[in-house]
């Protein structure tokens, strides 16, 4: 196991050196981005053709997965993480849930290969790859020559996620003073400022930490989040904080998708007595909620739906095979 793990690590570093050495020289953005949108929705990238990026990531959930708690990949294999959502990732510095992964232009490495997701080997995707007609006409347009190579693919699904950016919700008009919040919605977004924004913070109501909410352990999955990945104690049950941005769109929720609807989440906060040992600090000081309390806070988190963001053809399947 250990073992594996050495190879993984040694044939990431090798990819990301390749990756940065190979520069950013005549490659052609829109492009990269055009055959990374491509791949992104072709399950000829799994081992049996059934799973593709876009499988679960769906556009109309801000590309997370609805209603699957626990990933679906290859031959209805189940993972044991729910679906993020992808959006504005070019602004976050980890990724995956325990911040496995630093760099996006990499990230697509874990779920091609990952037994659970996609299932493919990095050679058979080569030679899949060779044998369609689009794949060197688009690596072309990209890159300037015909070559299929793992960095290009890895580097195209990168700048492909990179650009699904979602930055118009009408709390953001709100806040740009070109629209208005009702009563409720402004209540709520007082009291998020007062109890999450503490976590929740910033444009994309994240601060890109680790930390523990007060979840209990789900005894099945054992997953111990964070210290995974920096094998300190300190980190243990500790997961990324989430953006909140199309929230109303992205249930379940939670590492393990464990609450289906907003409401679960926002009785898991204002239930103290239920929280875990491991809770932040910061949790432990939201005071109770009271039912109007809760309903105000969801109707400001329903503000964060970015229509226009889960529309955008730019970002959709249907026009890849055109
Ligand atoms: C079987 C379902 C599944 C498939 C297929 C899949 N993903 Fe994911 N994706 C996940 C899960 C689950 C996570 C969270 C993993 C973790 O935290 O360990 C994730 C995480 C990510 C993240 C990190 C997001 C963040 O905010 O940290 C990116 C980026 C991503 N996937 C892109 C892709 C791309 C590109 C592909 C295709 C090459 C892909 N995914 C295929 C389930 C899937
Ligand atoms: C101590 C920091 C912290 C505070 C304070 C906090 N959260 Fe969170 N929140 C997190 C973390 C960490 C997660 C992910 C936990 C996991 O998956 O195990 C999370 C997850 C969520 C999710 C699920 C998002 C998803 O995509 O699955 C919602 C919704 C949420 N929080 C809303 C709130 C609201 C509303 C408040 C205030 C009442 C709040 N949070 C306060 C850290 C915090």
Redesign the pocket.
């Known amino acids: 196991m250990h073992h594996k793990i050495v190879v993984i690590c040694m044939l990431v570093v090798a990819i990301a050196t390749t990756v940065v050495q190979s520069g950013n020289h005549g490659e052609q953005d829109e492009a990269v981005v055009a055959l990374g949108r491509r791949l992104?929705y072709d399950p000829v990238?799994s081992v049996d053709q059934t799973?593709?990026?876009g499988?679960?990531?769906q556009q109309f959930a801000a590309f997370a997965?609805v209603d699957h708690a626990l990933?679906?990949?290859v031959y209805g294999r189940i993972?044991t993480?729910?679906?993020?959502a992808?959006q504005n990732?070019a602004s976050?510095r980890g990724?995956?849930?325990?911040g496995?992964i630093e760099h996006?232009d990499m990230?697509?490495l874990s779920?091609?290969t990952s037994h659970?997701?996609?299932g493919e080997t990095l050679p058979r995707i080569l030679e899949k790859l060779d044998s369609v007609g689009w794949c060197r006409t688009l690596m072309t347009q990209a890159y300037g020559s015909p070559d299929i190579t793992i960095p290009r693919v890895l580097r195209a699904?990168g700048r492909f996620?990179a650009t699904l950016e979602s930055r118009s919700s009408r709390f953001d008009r709100w806040h740009a003073g070109q629209d208005t919040l009702a009563e409720n919605e402004r209540r709520g977004y007082d009291l998020f400022r007062a109890y999450c924004a503490s976590c929740h913070n910033g444009i994309d109501f994240t601060d890109d930490s680790f930390r523990s909410n007060g979840l209990p352990l789900d005894s099945l999955l054992m997953d111990h989040g964070r210290e995974r990945v920096t094998l300190d104690e300190q980190d243990r049950y500790r997961f990324?904080v989430p953006s909140l941005r199309n929230v109303g769109r992205t249930m379940p929720y939670m590492?393990d998708g464990r609450f289906k609807r907003l409401r679960d989440v926002l009785a898991h906060y204002a239930q103290q007595d239920d929280l875990a040992d491991h809770a932040d600090p910061l949790v432990r000081s939201i005071a109770p909620l009271d039912d109007r309390a809760r309903k105000d806070l969801i109707a400001f988190l329903l503000t964060l739906t970015d229509e226009a963001f889960l529309r955008d053809t730019a970002f959709g399947e249907k026009e890849v095979w055109e």
């Open positions: 992104f990238l799973t593709s990026c499988t679960c990531h997965h990933s679906h990949g993972g993480r729910n679906v993020p992808l990732l976050r990724f995956m849930w325990d496995a996006l990230q697509a779920p091609l659970a997701e996609m699904l996620v990324k590492h």
